[in-house]
T-cell receptor, first 115, second 116 residues
Framework: NAGVTQTPKFRVLKTGQSMTLLCAQDMNHEYMYWYRQDPGMGLRLIHYSVGEGTTAKGEVPDGYNVSRLKKQNFLLGLESAAPSQTSVYFC??????????????FGPGTRLTVT | AQSVTQPDIHITVSEGASLELRCNYSYGATPYLFWYVQSPGQGLQLLLK??????LVQGIKGFEAEFKRSQSSFNLRKPSVHWSDAAEYFCAVGENSGGSNYKLTFGKGTLLTVNP
């Protein structure tokens, strides 16, 4: 049981490049989330999904897009990277009918630098 | 909108001393409350949670927290800190309103340093 995994762990992009971050969970969770973490800012929600095929905007969605084509995967895309998107990105998942519990489980993070 | 305040940005304690990390929340109804810990370069790990019932909840690694509705607080405590507890701690509040039980709002974190 791997929990929540994220790919890649590190990435350096040039301004204007695009990339996709992949999150996968094997806990059969309904909900998945993407956060960014910046020093002194805590975690801020970018986008989230409450089920396969659904997505919604969080607190800081601009410049990002997401897709959830399969229940176990949640992709975060940057179409045209900007230096302001330099951050550590965390994926999380929560809730299954089996457990009925809402705590979120986090992946190990992706450190992205945009130059 | 819900919000979480962790008043202490950085706390330093000696190994073996007791610890209390403060968390205040703003939410109209009964919230779901969580404490997470993050070691350097790692993801967040759940320490404990409060959904309902007993207001004193026990977590992993010897931590506990007490929900005080009258003070809108959910402070984290540990009677004797170990050097391995050095990390950043995040308090979070979740919406508890039927179908909206799927978003958390995090505090900005408290960095704990443990002196030998």
């Amino acid at each position: 049981n791997a929990g929540v995994t994220q790919t890649p762990k590190f990435r350096v992009l040039k301004t204007g490049q695009s990339m996709t971050l992949l999150c996968a969970q094997d806990m059969n969770h309904e909900y998945m989330y993407w956060y960014r973490q910046d020093p002194g800012m805590g975690l801020r929600l970018i986008h989230y999904s409450v089920g396969e095929g659904t997505t919604a905007k969080g607190e800081v969605p601009d410049g990002y897009n997401v897709s959830r084509l399969k229940k176990q995967n949640f992709l975060l895309g940057l179409e045209s990277a900007a230096p302001s998107q330099t951050s550590v990105y965390f994926c999380a998942s929560s809730y299954s009918e089996w457990t009925g519990s809402y705590e979120q489980y986090f992946g190990p993070g992706t450190r992205l630098t945009v130059t | 909108a819900q919000s979480v305040t962790q008043p202490d940005i950085h706390i330093t304690v000696s190994e073996g001393a007791s610890l209390e990390l403060r968390c205040n929340y703003s939410y109209g109804a009964t919230p779901y409350l969580f404490w997470y810990v993050q070691s350097p370069g790692q993801g967040l790990q759940l320490l404990l949670k409060y959904f309902s019932g007993d207001t004193l909840v026990q977590g992993i690694k010897g931590f506990e927290a007490e929900f005080k509705r009258s003070q809108s607080s959910f402070n984290l405590r540990k009677p004797s800190v170990h050097w391995s507890d050095a990390a950043e701690y995040f308090c979070a509040v979740g919406e508890n309103s039927g179908g909206s039980n799927y978003k958390l709002t995090f505090g900005k974190g408290t960095l704990l340093t443990v002196n030998p």
